[in-house]
């Protein structure tokens, strides 16, 4: 129950939640935490595996089935009805089994990621998941968390969150302490944080109040909850509803004619809805479903863990990479070159304040200030913080307050163009400065210098003040102390690793915050002899259309604005279907404007909740394995699809035709549905097949128009053959009804397994090897198929045994059909591919 509590302050709430500055104890918050959790059971794994089965038979054609099965076995046809439900039952305990696997790989892969946060029990900070957050625990929160739950705000230093998600506001909010009337609307309720929104800059500690379905996002989450659809997922419902209306219109009609014909009302229902059956792509949900998690499980092991399971099949289509170039181009382990004065000289004074201001720093965790903190040495006198201006990316400085000799000192350091902006003097000598503006030609053409030896450079000032507390106003009138040179080497073996990406057809463009020198030296070491760089100042100058023209030759977005990403982002995806990489908080909005959004293990939390992919190690390389993943995986979902629209639907539709010119069914009803259940254990195998390198190597894309070309063609020729079978089955051997359907039963199961060889792969069948499990399940299915006539069951079954011309001719028209359906298959997709 949600509750009205930014009109009270803290220490009512401390007293009403038995908290205090000090946090909870770990005895009394578990105490807590079993009786939220009591409060709130979650489905036990039987409920979920029950509604899960369920969900199996909730097709409507299955139900429409189930009902025709009851009514034929209340009219004395019990024999067919228990064979028909045995089907109908195992073929759904085969999908169930399958998806519940594919639903425990992605329980594993959620439990990979979960959310930590920083909370105060015992008196100290320790880490723990979100989700054994309690009320009345504090948390320790700053910039790049995502809040766990709705707090109240007891310290708050210069802290702006993101509330966007629930307020619709784009820009970040100003917080502050205090209490407000209880009718204060939600935007406005500065001394609050909510689940949900992250904490874009600054410093601050709340205490808990609600959790769980009690926060105001929680209502919100049950009230609407929307899901995304990515483009595949989207092509696959609308194949879906198209072969699900051809299906019914041609079943109805069957059901019309046998009617019209005045054949048995139950056995032409049953036929009909057998056929429907047979047609509908009853499994593609299945399918896809366990094509995804069982390439989530392969790209786990290629150290990428999968965060939205529908992404994968984006991944396989990604053709463009963005990246920063920390990390994935570089080592991503920075070291500190030198620190030096205006004039290139090093400097033990900026030294000094360097290592002061990124020994200090209590917000934003970056790996500058980690190799700064390198710097301590014994020559380093020890002094006393007073207080901090936290780094953000509009003012992108970081400014610490220091009590050293007896004085206030006010340290910042950030880009050098954000750190001269501030600077009035620049410190010339021992204890002597001169006004910056005779000077700064000399230090611009300094930092030149660095740039073209590719060394990332921050710039450093410091001023005297006479206060404890500073603001973001005292940040003016300052001293320049020099600059601080970084060096991050590019990864030994990085140029093969783009030459692997370029062998998949995926390009990569750079978008860095460094200069352009800096980039262009990147470019260079990289095997780019002449870079086509655009810079931030140039993005801003040129119109979208312009902007879109140039993006595709240009190797390296330099000097780039965190706004900015999201820009090329989007304008790139217009030509392109992009992936894109980043781990900060400035790369959010680029992260979730790309097809498919990439971050990293230590990434912040924000930027790990954006992102659809999480890589165990930022490593291009890693990447290149999940591309080929997941192109593995959008391969393996087309193959059911394919040989549902050819083989399948051919069959069925050659059967269905049959049925208004022979004066008996040319299959069974329990027949039809005993092809496609023999048929379903290979079909549940192609999820783990093996993937041609062809394939691999080319961007997988959804053609809706490719898969009805291919419906024609293949289902025109699937039919033809069955055409062949009619013919040689009636006028050549005359076989009388059970002869027939067995005749056709044994030919419809053997084109249907046969043509999956076929299908799998874009060159000959011969030339590309199978999965284990698939060629496996379908020699085991084959061979079944080939024995049921000579079995005990056979009677039961309307099959009976076959004389040696009978299975001759059938066989002879298998080989014929795959022989022509190979050739074909080169020949479509040669055509239409290439």
Known sequence: MQQTFWNNDINYWFEKLNSSDNGLTDDIAANI???????????????????????????????????????????????????????????????????????????????????????IRNGAEKEILSSQIVAGDILALK??????????????????????????????????????????????????????????????????????SDTVFGAISRSAETVTETAFEKGIKQFGYFLMKVTIVLSVFILGVNLLFHRPVIDSLLFALALAVGMAPELLPAINTIAMSAGAKRMLAKKVIVKKLPSI???????????????????????????????????????????????????????????????????????????????????????????????????????????????????????????????IDAIQKQYTVYGINGLRVIGLCYKDINTDRVTVNDEKEMTFAGFITLQDPVKPGITDTINELAKLQVGLKIITGDNKNVATNIAKSIGIKEPVIISSDELESMEDDVLAQKAASTHIFAEVEPHQKEKIITLLRKTYTVAYIGDGINDVGAINAADTGISVNNAVDIAKEAADFVLIEKDLMVLCDGIKEGRKTFANTLKYIFINTGATFGNMFSVSVASLILPFLPMLPKQILLTNFLTDFPYLAVASDNVDDEQIARPGKWDMGLIRKYMVYFGIHSSLFDI????????????????????????????????????????????????????????????????????????????VPLSLPVIASMIGIVVIYILTADVLKIWFFKKYTS
């Open 724 to 799: 062949i079978t009619f013919l040689t089955l009636l006028y050549f051997i005359k076989a009388k009804e059970g002869v027939f359907q067995t005749g056709w039963f044994i030919e419809s199961i053997l084109t249907e397994l046969f043509i999956l060889f076929i299908i799998r792969t874009r060159k000959s069948f011969i030339k590309s090897a199978p999965g284990k499990y698939l060629f496996i399940l379908s020699i085991l299915a084959l061979i079944l198929t080939i024995t049921l006539p000579y079995s005990p069951l056979s009677s039961k079954l309307g099959l």
């Open 33 to 119: 935490l079993k009786q939220t959790v009591s409060n709130n059971k979650k489905q036990s794994g039987l409920i979920k595996d029950i509604k899960l089965f369920i969900n199996q038979l909730k097709s409507p054609l299955v139900i429409l089935l189930i009902v025709a099965v009851i009514l034929s076995a209340l009219l004395g046809q019990a024999s067919d009805a228990i064979i028909i439900s045995f089907i109908i039952l195992s073929t759904s305990i085969l999908s169930f089994l399958q998806e519940r696997n594919a639903c425990k790989v992605v329980e594993k892969l959620q439990s990979l990621i979960a959310h930590k946060c920083t909370v």
């Open 143 to 212: 910039a790049g968390d995502i809040v766990p739950a709705d707090c109240l705000l007891i310290e708050a230093r210069d802290l702006q969150a993101n509330e966007a998600s629930l307020t619709g506001e784009s820009f970040p909010i100003l917080k502050s302490t205090g209490t407000l009337p209880a009718e204060t609307p939600l935007a406005k309720r500065k001394n609050c944080l909510w689940e949900g929104s992250n904490i874009v800059s600054g410093t601050g500690k709340a205490i808990v109040i609600q959790t769980g």
């Open 313 to 439: 099949q984006n991944f396989g289509e990604v053709n463009l990479l963005c990246t920063d170039k920390t990390g994935t181009i570089t080592e991503g382990v920075i070291t500190v070159e030198g620190i030096y004065d205006y004039t290139g000289n090093k400097s033990d004074f900026a030294e000094q304040m360097a290592y002061y201001n990124a020994s200090m720093e209590s917000g934003y965790a970056n790996p500058i200030d980690d190799a700064l903190k390198q710097l301590k040495s014994s020559d380093i006198p020890p002094c006393q913080k007073i207080d901090e201006i936290p780094y953000d990316f509009t003012r992108k400085r970081l400014s610490i307050a220091i009590h050293l000799n007896n004085r206030n000192t006010l340290i910042s350091k950030g880009a050098v163009k954000n750190i001269l902006d501030i600077c009035t003097n620049v410190r010339t000598g021992q204890e002597t400065t001169e006004p910056i503006a005779n000077y």
